[in-house]
């Protein structure tokens, strides 16, 4: 059997769904805007450019979790998904998606995205597994930390090695999308890495690797990226 992992933001979606969540946190009046859409944009920087503190991300995003009853959060999450997201999926990542599961591949998303926002995310595409970064619940709800090993860079590896360990049967080809430098090692992990309309270090490591180089935003279907 073969696995086919999908990275997230950027990836299948024309966009990022931490950054968007963050600017719809804003839209409800949840944070306050100018400190918050300062270090909102300082993160999503500091990520493109691959020296993203993830701690300290984590500590920024998962705060007004923590500050803002469940129910609320929920309700706020429907409506996010359905202004921000929804319209930011890609007719191409779909085909992709589709690609796999047709040919009875196991279908996965690894996202560093907390799992709050990012499991309905999972749904819409029916991928059922999700390695996602776990928020830490307490009595009364989110904490505002994290649990586990975040799945960023190489905590990614970490992350579906454990799951790996975990299953019964072993996947004789695995497969990744990504557009992001900072999944570098886990694309240098599979066997079969493929850039996703990828940033320029990435685009520059997969030339040199002779990695499959696509686009998701040229179309209905997958296109190669001259």
Do not use: C
Request: aromatic fraction near 8%.
């Amino acid at each position: 059997m073969q696995l086919a992992i999908f990275d997230l933001d950027n990836t299948l979606l024309d966009g990022d769904s931490d950054y968007l969540w963050g600017q719809h946190l804003m839209e409800q009046g949840a944070v306050p805007r100018a400190r918050f859409e300062r270090d909102n944009q300082r993160f999503m920087r500091d990520y493109e450019a691959g020296r993203l503190d993830i701690d300290a991300f984590l500590r920024f995003a998962l705060q007004p979790l923590a500050e803002t009853p469940e129910p609320t959060l929920r309700e706020w999450r429907r409506a996010f998904i359905d202004r921000h997201i929804r319209p930011r999926i890609l007719p191409a990542a779909q085909a992709l998606v589709e690609h796999h599961r047709r040919r009875g591949h196991a279908l996965m998303i690894i996202t560093a995205t907390n799992r709050f926002v990012t499991e309905p995310i999972a749904e819409l595409f029916d991928i059922p597994i999700l390695l996602a970064t776990e928020p830490e619940r307490g009595a009364s709800g989110f904490t505002g930390r994290h649990r586990g090993i975040p799945t960023f860079r190489e905590g990614k590896i970490k992350a579906l090695q454990t799951w790996l360990d975990a299953q019964e049967a072993a996947f004789e080809t695995v497969h990744f999308y990504s557009d992001s430098r900072n999944d570098l090692p886990l694309l240098e992990h599979v066997d079969r890495p493929v850039a996703i309309d990828p940033d320029a270090i990435l685009e520059a490591a997969a030339h040199e690797r002779h990695w499959p180089v696509l686009t998701l935003r040229a179309g209905d279907t997958p296109q190669p990226l001259s």
